[in-house]
């Protein structure tokens, strides 16, 4: 009896699981991340008198393209959509102090031009806060689905998640950077919860999107079809009237141009050459491997392996739910056998990631110290991965992270083959999760 009552008035000690210390220790790094990047961003545009950082980039930085390529249309010069130097003469009216040679060509298609006729009526400023606000409600859509369709990961896990987004480098600077890769994001865990229900049309009309810029998703959405042939209901409609706002800024001839400039871009070197260090997929390596063939081959990689996953699992499962390792490792070689993957396609890491750590959870527990450990690896390939690797590629000439997330894909690939192969195993009592 003394010792219960000693027991009931000592202090009583916390103890927390290793889950909702990781949480704690995301969320921190997310916030601190979040918290700089801002107040970098804002004082590198001092002292605020001309829209351009301190670099010369104008604010927003691609997002005065699609500004541009809406003031063509508004303007009723469809003609000139893929003119550049009609580009940069009306980036010199928007920003004065501009260098004359800052380019940023527009290789997007006519119909997006048009979309962004309505946001070029606006002041530029005000346009951007726009686009912005959209890119955010887009980031913001795309996460909360994505740990709707994660209940495996347990709550903690699921918060840890939506911190680590919020303070996710690539995020922050597709954001800043006026690109439309949160788009593409929305659009890939769209299709993935709509897989999930098995509304194949509405999946289908929701990938057609992605034909604003048609690599983006092109593998991911190759895999897809060729498993679910059922979205084509959707793709087709989507499609046809993609294609009818493509006629509005010059017609026919427009879009033949679009097809031209894409082929060009696809078989020739670029009139705005690309960095090396901004390329993250394996092209570059597969040009100093087999010279200027190496994007072809690249794509004809990631074709064969896209065929390989998707017809497999079509005779395998069938066209049950889709499985969120089969999504996942689908991501990935999209990412790496694109001809340009920029750091801002990156985004799209994030949906493999969680969809891995969802499967591994699936699979083996949230708790258990398996699933922990290769949690951690994945956020920390895909949170720091691309710009540790940018800053290498700067140095040393060559880009190092398409050889990790090579790794990675592979890992990914061999855990879905095995699964595939293995009777599926009730894991119940694995499966209960610590929230914090």
């Known amino acids: 009896m003394q010792s219960d009552l000693v027991s009931e008035l000592m202090p009583k000690t916390e103890v927390r699981s290793p889950n909702r210390v990781l949480s704690e220790r995301i969320r921190f790094v997310a916030l601190s991340i979040l918290v700089l990047f801002v107040m970098g961003w804002v004082s590198w545009f001092y002292p605020y008198d001309d829209l351009l950082d301190q670099s010369g980039t104008p604010l927003g930085a691609d997002f005065s393209m699609f500004y541009v390529a809406g003031q063509v249309v508004l303007d009723g010069a469809g003609d000139q959509l893929y003119d550049q130097a009609e580009h940069q003469r009306r980036l010199q009216q928007l920003f004065p102090a501009i260098d004359p040679s800052f380019a940023l060509p527009f290789r997007y298609p006519p119909w997006v031009a048009t979309l962004m006729a309505p946001m070029a009526a606006l002041p530029y400023s005000l346009a951007y806060v726009l686009f912005l606000s959209l890119s955010c409600t887009a980031w913001w859509g ?230 922990l450990m290769a949690a951690q690896v994945l956020l920390a390939i895909v949170y720091f991965g691309p710009h540790l690797s940018q800053v290498i590629a700067k140095t040393t000439g060559a880009q190092p992270f398409g050889l990790i997330l090579s790794a990675l894909a592979v890992w990914q690939v061999g855990l879905l083959l095995r699964s595939q192969r293995e009777p599926s195993i009730a894991n119940g009592q694995l499966l209960t999760s610590v929230s914090g």
């Open 142 to 371: 795309a996460t909360r689905q994505l740990i709707a369709v994660s209940p495996k990961l347990g709550e903690t896990w699921r918060r840890s998640l939506g911190w680590a987004l919020l303070g996710w480098p690539v995020a922050l600077e597709t954001l800043i950077g006026g690109q439309a890769s949160m788009f593409a994001l929305l659009i890939a865990v769209s299709v993935y919860c709509l897989l999930r229900h098995r509304q194949f049309a509405f999946a289908g009309a929701v990938l057609a999107l992605a034909a604003y810029k048609p690599n983006v998703l092109a593998l991911l959405g190759l895999g897809c079809l060729i498993r679910y042939p059922r979205m084509l209901k959707g793709v087709l409609p989507g499609a046809i009237g993609i294609g009818l706002l493509c006629l509005v800024p010059d017609g026919w001839v427009g879009l033949t141009r679009y097809v031209e400039l894409t082929t060009n871009l696809a078989t020739q070197s670029w009139d705005v050459a690309t960095p090396l260090w901004k390329v993250h997929g394996l092209a570059p390596w597969f040009n100093l491997i087999v010279g200027e063939d190496g994007r072809l081959v690249c794509g004809l990689l990631g074709l064969a392996a896209t065929l390989y996953m998707a017809i497999r699992a079509r005779l395998v499962t069938a066209s049950g739910p889709v499985e969120p390792l089969w999504f996942a490792a689908l991501i990935s070689i999209n990412a790496l056998c694109n001809a340009y993957t920029p750091i801002y396609d990156l985004v799209l890491l994030m949906v493999g990631a969680a969809l891995t750590a969802e499967y591994l959870a699936q699979k083996h527990g949230p708790n258990v110290g398996r699933t």
